[in-house]
């Protein structure tokens, strides 16, 4: 995180693979906007009155700029000619502010994303008053006593 950085944190509690927030994150870098630190995605697990409580949450980088610039005529096309447009990487890289190029940006930066978060484990997440402490699911038993004995 920089000096004087905005931060917009982007909190749900759908398991991430079925988020619509997921779908918001792809949309926004798509479009410019960039995540905020060297962990921008946290998953956790926490027990809350005896039951499994889920969060996820994005940290977004709120000072990104988003520009549009929307400058093609209406045209009617039929299926084929939109799936040669949405598989030929030189029409989209030509054509970069087209629909087809974004909805094809996004469907890669979504795969990708979702690549991603397929290997993550949630974290565990305890509190003690104030404090708090994460646990990776796959931290092995000397980290997970180290942690435990920072949050005291």
């Known amino acids: 995180m920089r000096t004087g950085q905005k ?6 509690s759908e398991p991430p693979l079925r ?8 949309a926004a870098l798509v479009s410019g906007c960039r995540l905020a630190g060297q962990k921008p ?8 009155n005896g039951e499994a409580s889920r969060t996820t949450t994005w940290s977004v980088d709120g000072g990104s700029e988003m520009v549009f610039r929307p400058n093609f005529s209406e045209e009617k096309i039929d299926f084929a000619e939109f799936r ?5 990487e030189n029409w989209w890289r030509e054509n970069p502010d087209h629909p087809i190029a974004y909805m094809r940006a996004f469907a890669d930066v979504l795969a990708d994303l979702y690549s991603q978060l397929r290997s993550q484990k949630p974290a565990l997440l305890l ?14 038993p000397e980290r997970k006593r180290k942690i435990l004995e920072l949050l005291g």
Do not use: N
């Open 127 to 140: 509190r003690k008053g104030s404090r708090f402490a994460v646990i990776p699911q796959d931290a092995d």
């Open 41 to 48: 995605f946290l998953h956790t697990i926490e027990e809350v």
């Open 7 to 12: 931060i917009i944190f982007v909190r749900g």
């Open 19 to 26: 988020s619509t927030d997921t779908s918001l994150i792809a």
């Open 84 to 88: 040669r447009r949405f598989e030929d």
